[in-house]
């Protein structure tokens, strides 16, 4: 194999860095379950994971609050995801975390 073949198959193959990061949830409202990021997908992406899932966490404690739009539970299914929508693993334990799952199970 020559050396520009063997790059071309790294390239193909290496794990890329994310270009950004998106808190994702779900917010339940009287009809259907609405999906939402923050920031909005034609916003500029947090560039950092830890900063996602800070915001995500913060994000949480609103939907344990009395909040009429978000709280008392409305705000559900909360992670964060990459510039291409893949779930990120949570930093401090590298596991996949979810704020306030709910399913209609």
Known sequence: MKIAEALKAIDRGW?????GFRVHFEVKTDRKVI???MPEPD???LDSDVVAWRTAWKL??????????????????IYVVDDQGNRVKYYATGGYQVYNPWSEE
């Open 15 to 19: 794990a890329q860095k994310p270009k």
């Open 35 to 37: 999906t939402d990021y």
């Open 43 to 45: 916003q500029a992406p």
């Open 60 to 77: 949480f404690q609103v939907s344990k609050s009395e909040d009429s739009e978000y709280g008392q539970g409305k705000m559900v299914n």
